[in-house]
């Protein structure tokens, strides 16, 4: 079936540094792939859309400048959490969709951020 | 978006039993259903999706329900098994669009 590889899986970084997570669709191309925070013992919440070739699609209240996404190829997104703050610290977790497949989402196994 | 919850967040069943987790969705426009399970640490897993065309589909152990009228979703598991203790997640999208995630539900296995 599809594999969504994310990385990296966990990533502790200080306050006011970039972190840049990377998702990877493995065997299928993915034109629009997905991005979600996770707190802990919460749900997860969309963050953005990640189009191929264009901007990306955030959700209310999520700030474009904080979090950058890039969608550069049709097997790569990456989030960038800009000038990382302790409150940044979360579970960030991709999806993309295989449209030629089976058609389900399938999603990365997440990145743990802490920042110190 | 979506306004999308979960009746009970904690829900624990004896090994071998039935569970039934329930799942209630706000946008009557959603056409696109998914349970997912999560294990701690781990990102969620595909269990089972039902489109709004159908009210009932069934997998290997898992049957979801849907009930347009009452915007009503559910997750059947039948022979619950210790593995099957993680949280389960609703989620409802529109046009194979983003989706939106509900708050989860526990479920704890008891051997």
């Known amino acids: 079936g599809a594999v969504v590889s994310q990385h990296p899986s966990r990533v502790i970084c200080k306050s006011g540094t970039s972190v840049k997570i990377e998702c990877r669709s493995l065997?299928?191309?993915?034109?629009?792939m997905f991005w979600y925070r996770q707190f802990p013992k919460q749900s997860l919440m969309l963050m953005a859309t990640s189009n191929e070739g264009s901007k990306a699609t955030y959700e209310q209240g999520v700030e474009k400048d904080k979090f950058l996404i890039n969608h550069a190829s049709l097997t790569l997104s990456t989030l960038t959490v800009t000038s990382a703050h302790p409150e940044d610290s979360s579970f960030y977790i991709c999806s993309a969709r295989d449209q030629e497949g089976d058609g389900g989402y399938t999603f990365g196994s997440g990145t743990r951020l802490t920042v110190v | 978006g979506e306004s999308v919850g979960l009746h009970l967040p904690t829900l624990s069943v004896q090994e071998g039993d039935n569970s039934i987790i329930n799942c209630a969705y706000s946008?009557?426009?959603?056409?696109?259903f998914i349970w997912y399970k999560q294990e701690s640490g781990k990102g969620p897993q595909f269990i089972i999706d039902i489109r709004s065309n159908m009210d009932k589909r069934q997998g290997q152990r898992v049957t979801v329900l849907l009930n347009k009228t009452v915007k009503h979703l559910s997750l059947q598991i039948a022979a619950t098994q210790p593995g099957d203790s993680a949280v389960y997640f609703c989620?409802?999208?529109?046009?194979?669009?983003?989706?939106?995630f509900g708050s989860g539900t526990k479920l704890n296995v008891k051997p």
């Open positions: 946008n009557s426009a959603s056409d696109y």
């Open positions: 065997d299928f191309q993915a034109t629009t």
């Open positions: 989620a409802e999208g529109y046009n194979f669009n983003k989706f939106y």
